[in-house]
């Protein structure tokens, strides 16, 4: 580590720990307190410049012919992209085919009418694989890589969409469907850090959001692939099996796919990595200036190493853990996926629908979660993380208020119109999700969580999100059966709590760097 310290003539004073977070070793210090003047600032950027171009692995007549501008988006960087997305696709996919294979006539017949514990456990048992998958997914990624951890993922998927088409029993079902879970939960971790780690800067969050994009495209194909089997003879088996076909091509198309290049600096292999980065940027890219952010970047990834969780429970820094492991969690507690889970299940309760037009209906659903994410993709840095949020929350307690009332005056049998208002009513929350939760709740997180630290409260978070998702689903079949109505006014309740809780606690982070955000933890 090299420590410098320069005093002006005022006495400010800067404290640089080059390549490395200097928080661990000051954490009783304000560092911001501490302003630079115009001078320091200029003679500071002038060194970093200079650090950066003696870091470059080309001379300087090679650099003449390269460009220094933003790399533009490549082909092999769309590939990338959309392969490792595919690990999304996959998650969407085996949440939507379960919402309707369940109530498939020869699912019950040949499952002998499952009761409702048994078919919440079916729906809930890829949960608990994702979350082993999801404690396992963070050592994997690190010790083997990102790209390994992505076909150890295909392979898993593809073996649990082969159990689940062959399933014999109910029991066999849900082992495959564990089994695929923890090919969800490695891929979970796995698909955004590859994403991020290849794609140019400037571009990491849009091509971010493209797993979650291709999530809910997943669901859209389930859902219509289970309008297609309704009436086939043993037509459950088919949806769940053909879920192996995209597990494979991400299987064997990761083998044709680079590792990420951070994971290899990280390795000490920055040859593969000037290699692959190259590849990814173009030939006629200058990539030295990066090459020097992913050596700095990896040297505080090591002393991420060394940080200790206790340093969690300091209460700045557990606030901020507190406010990402809220949105993690709400995200789930409000209810998005008891409502695509058991979709059908709701719309022939209070929607007056029967057999393939609740399908249908499902199916509308998913078309609009799908464009009302890309819509989501164009406002956030718009109007702000916060913001989008408050209307989130508002628009999804009206919805689950219009719900409620619904189902509690009955009035489907005389007034079968109404359906359609339900109908409307459940678009409506899937749109106020869609365009704020659905992406928002990661987005914060990553943003505010301190980088010495990012790993373990993002495991925290993922593993709250995880467990609230299991929750809702064990529960929701049982609880509507028992009290009807009331569980759409329970999630209309916890709607208006996580309108409460981002208007009392949670930062707006639109147009501010990471630095700013996490300055000071």
Sequence with gaps: MVYEVSLDKNASVEIEVVGADPAPFFSDIELNQYPKSKAFQEQDDQKHKQRRESSSPYSIEEGKNRSVSDPQLSIPVVIVTLFAALGGFLFGYDTGVISGVKGYDS??????????????????????????????????????????????????????????????????????????????????????????????????????????????????????????????????????GLSGAPALVLFLGMFLLPESPYWLVMHNREEEALEVLQTMRGKNVDISAEMADMRDSAAIAMMQENSRWREILVPKIFRVLAVGFGLTSLQQFVGINAVIYYAPEIFKSVGGGTGS??????????????????????????????TLLIIGSSLMASSMLVISILAALNLFATKPALGYVTIIAICLFISGFAVSWGAIAWIIPSETFPLRLRGKMITISTFGNWISNFVVSMSFLPLYNAIGWGTFLIFCCIEVLSLIFVIVWVPETKGKSIDELTAGL
């Design 107 to 240: 699912f019950l017949e040949y499952f002998n009418h499952p009761s409702d514990v048994m078919i919440s456990l079916v729906v809930s048992a890829v949960l608990i694989g994702a979350i082993i998958g999801c404690l396992f997914g963070g050592p994997i990624c690190d010790k083997m890589g990102r790209r390994p951890s992505l076909i150890i993922s295909g392979a898993i998927f593809t073996v649990g969409a082969v159990v689940m088409g062959a399933a014999v029993s109910i029991a066999m079902l849900i082992v495959g469907r564990f089994i695929v879970g923890v090919g969800i939960g490695i891929a979970s971790l796995a698909v955004p850090l590859y994403v991020a780690e290849l794609a140019p800067a400037h571009l990491r969050g849009a091509l971010g959001t493209v797993n979650q994009l291709f999530i809910t495209i997943g669901i859209v194909v389930a859902y219509g692939i289970n309008i297609g089997f309704t009436k086939t003879i043993h037509g459950w088996a088919y949806p769940l």
């Design 357 to 386: 037009s609740d399908l249908i209906s499902t199916l509308i659903v998913g078309l609009v979660n799908v464009f009302m994410t890309v819509v989501s993709l164009f406002l956030v840095d718009r109007l702000g993380r916060k």
